[in-house]
């Protein structure tokens, strides 16, 4: 079956920087959309960033844009999420998802199959 592993989240002061990993199996990796998507307590579930299956396009929430950098390593079948001066708003549960699609990249939750278990990421003050 599909496997979508998170890693690298983790307590942060405001300002730091984290990368996000996720690590895909079961499914040909190379051949699917990726995405992030993220949750705070007490909200819904939101888009942060989603990539195309070659690495070529990515799209990315406002609120990200800029700070955040989606990439993949289809060799390694693995996306990325690099995210640099954190903010407390940024606290959250983050998780990976793989898409139904290849390209483009999409903010549509209901065009993501599969999804990891989430990592936390917290961003002191």
């Known amino acids: 079956q599909v496997q979508l592993v998170e890693s690298g989240g983790g307590l942060v002061q405001a300002g730091a920087s984290l990368r996000l990993s996720c690590a895909a199996s079961g499914r040909t990796f190379g051949n699917y959309a990726m995405g992030w998507f993220r949750q705070a307590p007490g909200k819904a579930r939101e888009f942060v960033a989603g990539i195309s299956w070659s690495g070529g396009r990515s799209i990315y929430a406002d609120l990200t844009k800029g700070r955040f950098t989606i990439s993949r390593d289809n060799a390694k079948n693995t996306v990325y999420l690099q995210m640099n001066s954190l903010k407390p708003e940024d606290t959250a549960v983050y998780y990976c998802?793989?898409?139904?699609?290849?390209?483009?990249?999409?903010?549509?939750?209901?065009?993501?199959?599969?999804w990891g278990q989430g990592t936390q990421v917290t961003v002191s003050s």
């Open positions: 998802a793989s898409a139904t699609i290849s390209s483009p990249p999409t903010s549509t939750e209901k065009e993501y199959a599969y």
